[in-house]
Nanobody, 118 residues
Framework: VQLVESGGGLVQPGGSLRLSCAAS????????ASWYRQDPGKQRELVAR???????DYLDTVKGRFTISRDNAENSAYLQMNGLKPEDTAVYYC?????????????WGQGTLVTVSS
């Protein structure tokens, strides 16, 4: 089982980045996919989530700027980030989750660093 993120980097305030998450080793289409982020010294927070049927939800501070999507044929999830702000700087993690009777399965990627700075 693997989740591999890519697309992070350094961007100026107001810029854009697109993060990708490639899944393998499990049936990605049956899992909800999410993006979390974590700044050093802070708790990991949920940024955006997309369910198996495409329903999305966002952290209030990214609504209108970030868009989560998925391509089940490509076993991938994406996070389009526009209007980036310095406070968006963090390591971004891809997550896949599915609830089975009596248990919850979570897979995590290794993270990709996004730095927003001039």
């Amino acid at each position: 089982v693997q989740l591999v993120e890519s697309g992070g980097g350094l961007v100026q305030p107001g810029g854009s980045l697109r993060l990708s998450c490639a899944a393998s080793g499990f049936t990605f289409s049956t899992y909800a996919a999410s993006w979390y982020r974590q700044d050093p010294g802070k708790q990991r927070e949920l940024v955006a989530r997309i369910t198996r049927d495409g329903t999305t939800d966002y952290l209030d501070t990214v609504k209108g700027r970030f868009t989560i999507s998925r391509d089940n044929a490509e076993n991938s999830a994406y996070l389009q980030m526009n209007g980036l702000k310095p406070e968006d700087t963090a390591v971004y993690y891809c997550n896949a989750e599915r609830v089975f009777p009596g248990r919850r399965v979570n897979y995590w990627g290794q993270g990709t660093l996004v730095t927003v700075s001039s």
